[in-house]
């Protein structure tokens, strides 16, 4: 969920509300979030947009009270319906970039009130903002690392501020940060493996992200896994052959 790969929380959310209580599902994946959150802050630290950042304040604590009077008066069956409910047009949402682009999104007042409370409320409500939020900073023409950067910073100060909305409304406490330890080393685990092979995919998600093009997509790759070879001091018949980095007939082609 913190290596731009479009939808992955979404899915995450989905299935945590399958498994556990949906109230407490979210509970347990913000703890999980923020441990996440801290090592991506680490690798972005220097790259966020801070003007950005600060015009959505307003919107953005807006749209997680809202999503926390939800968890308030919900049951948890109503709560995992509201869950699937909010998931459900999102992953359109994800598969429509994909598939067309992001939307042209304005930069003015309008835009911003309504991404900033949609992506509070989301967040808030299912742990599952970054659609929204990837909507808007794609609009605003990020380089990729300042586009990373600023979604980090994003997520970690909003999953800050949910924090004790979460906590006193019930949904973290002894047993569900029981559950946050044992999983924990499975997030950071995450972060610590990676092999070179795993470069070239994480390089190919960067350029979906942005430029929603299986060209882009698969020349970042190629590039990536010529980079790969010359950091590594390989040959340069060696470098030159990046077939096993192969992604498909994209990247064949390429």
Known sequence: AKTAVPGLASVTAALFALVLPAKESTGVMLALLLIGDAIALWAYRRDANTAVLIRLVPSVLAGVGLGALLLAVST??????????????LVIVTLAQ???????????RVARAVYGTLAGFTTMAANAGGPVTSIYFL???????????TTAWFFFL??????????????????????DAVLAPVVIAGFEHREIREIVVTA???????????GAEAATEVFAALLVGALLGW???????????????AFAEM
């Open 76 to 89: 948890q069956a109503q709560m995992r319906r509201a869950i699937g409910a909010i998931l459900l047009p």
């Open 98 to 108: 994909r598939r067309w682009g992001p939307p042209r999104v304005s930069q003015g």
């Open 139 to 149: 609009a605003s023409r990020f380089s990729v690392s300042e586009f990373l950067g």
């Open 158 to 179: 909003v999953n800050v501020v949910k924090l004790p909305f979460s906590i006193g409304l019930g949904v973290i406490h002894a047993e569900t940060l029981g559950l």
């Open 204 to 214: 190919g998600l960067s350029a979906r992200e942005t430029h929603y093009s299986v």
């Open 235 to 249: 040959a340069p018949e060696h470098i030159m052959n990046v077939g096993w980095a192969s992604r498909g007939p």
